[in-house]
């Protein structure tokens, strides 16, 4: 090899190590993540800083492909086009704000990770080195995210090895004292192992299995149960009825995944059910692009596909709390719980359907984040996931 391409090949391979490794679904693994800032900053080319940019999120986001082809039964193509098609936007932002000029990278930076936690190009802002703050600075809310992200502007200076011991001190003492989030009293949080039939078999036997499972859930103690993402199927009158009838007889308030339809598409919500009755509590602000949320659908006056309320709804107010609720595909990128987090909420729920993940890491991956975030403002988690 020419002495020339060395260091690129260092660099580009350098960055497919620290996607691996730092999003494998272990969260005090997420401060490896910040070493893609400094190899996007050494470059010394505008083209290797673009390869070294796919690298690292092609990298993080290697199970798409896998999940995709579950998803849709099909062979392995769609998922390897959709995943190099959701890569070029992280590509083409961090390459267009690479520059020579060590005086203004760490302003470029900064900009291209903003421009990457928001939409549009936020939908797809996946593997945010920024969601490492909650293993670096736990508990210390925005003051900790305000310091990682001046950490992330010295990650691209010539002082970045100084930052990168200091981070590197914070992670070890992190590691060291490392707690998860706590879970609320009185809350308890269904993990389910129901496969593809979550949301899509809805029959009264189903039913009544998950509405034993909640009253399981509610004798030992718990006033609030949380089912993951779909686990009540469409959420019509009758499903309504038949589970507030079935609460009728305890003090228990479940909180579940649900699909409402009407004539021009679908909501992903979560519900609250009691003996009262039943509301949507919250709908899904950012629905997984392309196989949930289509667009493109409207463009061509057809119907059909989840509807994204982008920044509706950020918190719910669930009993006397105020919960920060996070379906899915929400925990993945980064402006849904940091606008949550703006009107600091007493809470996170965060429920999901991975079923489709199977083999790959993407929900150990979405409890990292979702538990980085919640350690980082100090907020008891519930989760629930069905695989």
């Known amino acids: 090899m020419r002495r020339e391409y060395i260091r690129p090949t260092a660099l580009i ?9 730092g999003w494998g679904g272990h969260v005090l693994l997420l401060p490896v993540a910040l070493g893609f800032p400094v190899l996007w900053s050494i470059a010394r080319r505008r083209s290797v800083a673009a390869l070294v940019s796919a690298g ?13 082809a579950a998803f849709y039964s099909s062979d392995i193509w769609p998922g390897l086009l959709l995943w190099l098609g959701a890569s070029m936007s992280f590509v083409a932002v961090h390459s267009a704000l690479w520059t020579k000029n060590s005086g203004a990278r760490p302003l470029r930076y900064l900009l291209a990770a903003i421009i990457m936690s928001v939409p549009p190009f936020g939908i797809t802002g996946w593997a945010h080195p920024v969601t490492a ?7 210390w809310g925005w003051w900790g995210f305000g310091f990682m992200t001046a950490g992330l502007a010295g990650l691209v200076t010539r002082i970045w090895p100084a930052v990168a011991i200091a981070f590197a001190g914070l992670w070890l003492w992190s590691a060291a004292i490392w707690t998860d989030p706590k879970l609320p009293e009185g809350w308890r949080g269904v993990d389910l192992e129901l496969g593809a039939s979550l949301g899509r078999e809805a029959g009264l036997h189903r039913h009544r299995d998950m509405i034993a499972t909640v009253r399981n859930a509610a004798s030992d103690g718990a006033r609030f149960v949380v089912l993951p993402e779909a686990a009540l199927g469409f959420w019509t009158p009758t499903t309504a009825q ?10 228990a308030t ?9 004539g021009t598409g679908y909501d992903n919500v979560l519900v609250a ?13 950012m629905p997984v692009p392309g196989s949930m949320w289509q667009p493109w659908r409207s463009l061509l006056g057809e119907s059909g596909g989840a509807r994204a309320d982008f920044f509706a709804n950020p918190v719910v107010a669930i009993g006397a709390s105020r919960a920060a609720p996070l379906i899915c595909y929400e925990q993945l990128i980064v402006w849904p719980i940091l606008q949550s987090m703006l009107h600091d909420p007493d809470l996170v ?12 890491s993407i929900v ?16 008891p988690l519930v989760t629930a996931f069905n695989t």
């Open 13 to 21: 391979f350098a960055s497919i190590a620290i996607g691996v490794v």
């Open 133 to 139: 703050a909650g293993v670096l600075f736990p508990g």
């Open 273 to 285: 059910v009691d003996r009262k009755g039943g509301i949507i509590l919250y709908r899904e602000r």
């Open 364 to 379: 150990a991956i979405q409890r990292a984040a979702t538990t980085a975030w919640a350690r980082l403002f100090a907020k």
């Open 242 to 251: 038949l589970w507030t009838s079935a609460s009728g007889d305890t003090d």
């Open 254 to 262: 479940v909180i579940a995944g649900a699909t409402v339809l009407d």
């Open 349 to 360: 729920v965060a429920v999901g359907n991975g079923w489709w993940t199977e083999g790959t």
């Open 56 to 68: 690292y999120f092609l990298a993080a986001s290697r199970g798409l492909p896998q999940g995709v």
